[in-house]
């Protein structure tokens, strides 16, 4: 018998889902230059590419903020599953 525990592969929810996409969102729309490499249109007179970028900073909160919530809800979802028994 070995003192080792058990390794068990990760579990994929639809929750967990949607915390990787809330996570990865943001990685793409930054990667994805040629959707945002224009001028126009302006916002106050500030360039397409320049407004898009800081927006994406704020709708880049808002999902690590969101993923966050949803991760803490879970594990304390497994928890009370468990038994409240700490892991």
């Keep these: 018998m070995s003192d080792t525990p058990e390794v068990r592969p ?3 929810t639809p929750v967990r889902v949607i915390i990787a ?3 990865i969102a943001p990685f793409v729309a930054m ?5 945002y490499a224009k001028t126009d249109p302006a916002f106050i007179g500030i ?3 320049y407004w898009y970028q800081m927006l994406w900073v704020l709708i880049s909160t808002a999902l690590t903020m ?3 919530q ?3 809800r879970d594990q304390r979802a497994r928890t009370a599953r468990k038994g409240g028994e700490a892991k």
């Excluded at 990667?31 to 959707?35: D, F, H």
């Design 10 to 12: 990760p579990v994929v």
């Design 31 to 35: 990667l994805w230059v040629g959707s």
């Design 47 to 49: 360039p397409f590419f």
């Design 70 to 72: 949803l991760w803490q």
């Design 21 to 23: 996409v809330c996570l």
């Design 66 to 68: 969101t993923a966050y």
